[in-house]
């Protein structure tokens, strides 16, 4: 029931809210200014390492552009992305059956500014949970079916018996047109596991979609971001062109002389 900021891995969530909403197009390229995005209203953006010229929506991924997602975030306005972000769930409980569940922040789109288009897409100034985040991917895993997430299935008492609980009426309808959730999962995200960042995930026997990143922690005074600490987090799910599972594995700090965060 924590909450955190996500970093990289809301990028796949926010360009399947673009090619749904018409903003972009799989085909589309976008300049990604070579490293360095400045402009009133919304500061400096950088990338996590070096800079790229024009990109493939596919590529913005694969690569995790910053500035791609964020031209994507302009593209889509405040409106459309604050709203197809509510339709995936974030800034609200996603319902499981147990207590201290919250809300997460997604703040409403009256109060979002040029900063607030350009950093949401590339997972800062939002915050989620980790059960939002999987319900997020487990949504495009479905085909962009609206899901309701379970924990307790039933009820095993010590002497055997069972009492199943009763389950709400399934959700209706689509939060992303199905062609969006497929070419999300099994072309981009494919091709971050298999050509980017996720290399490390591969398996022999199933194909692997995922996503990587490296979320900032802010400071204890509340005042920017700590230089030194961050959460390093990967989603994934498998089989890609029939997925059984999503799995997220997020950790807070991680030693740095075990291993490294990727954006």
């Not at 995936?88 to 979002?112: R, T």
């Not at 209706?172 to 047109?177: D, E, L, P, R, T």
Request: with cysteine; charged share 25%.
């Amino acid at each position: 029931t924590d909450w955190f900021e996500p970093g990289s891995v809301l990028k796949p969530i926010v360009m399947a809210i673009g090619l749904d909403a018409g903003a972009v197009r799989k085909d589309e390229t976008i300049f990604c200014e070579n490293g360095s995005y400045r402009g009133k209203g919304f500061g400096r953006i950088g990338e996590y390492r070096g800079g790229f010229g024009n990109l493939t929506l596919r590529l913005i991924l694969i690569k995790s552009s910053n500035i791609g997602m964020a031209k994507i975030g302009q593209k889509l306005g405040k409106e459309k992305l604050h709203d197809g972000l509510r339709l995936f769930g974030f800034g609200k409980k996603a319902g499981i059956e147990l207590p201290g569940e919250v809300d997460g922040l997604l703040w409403p789109a009256h109060k979002w500014t040029g900063y607030s288009v350009t950093r949401v897409p590339f997972g800062q100034e939002i915050c989620v949970t980790a059960m939002q985040l999987v319900r997020a991917f487990c949504i495009l895993a479905n085909g962009g079916r609206l899901i309701r997430p379970h924990i307790v299935k039933a009820i095993v008492q010590s002497d055997g018996k069972i009492t199943k609980l009763k389950q709400p009426p399934p959700t209706v309808g689509y939060v992303v047109k199905p062609e969006v959730a497929k070419w999300v999962i099994s072309d981009a995200m494919v091709g971050v596991v298999n050509e980017g960042t996720g290399k490390r995930a591969k398996l022999e026997r199933w194909q692997v979609f995922g996503k990587t990143g490296t979320a900032n922690i802010a400071k204890e005074n509340g005042r920017g971001y700590s230089d030194s600490n961050y959460i390093a987090s990967f989603i994934a799910g498998a089989p890609a062109d029939d997925p059984a599972i999503v799995v997220l594995v997020s950790i807070r700090k991680p030693n740095k002389k075990l291993g490294k965060g990727y954006t």
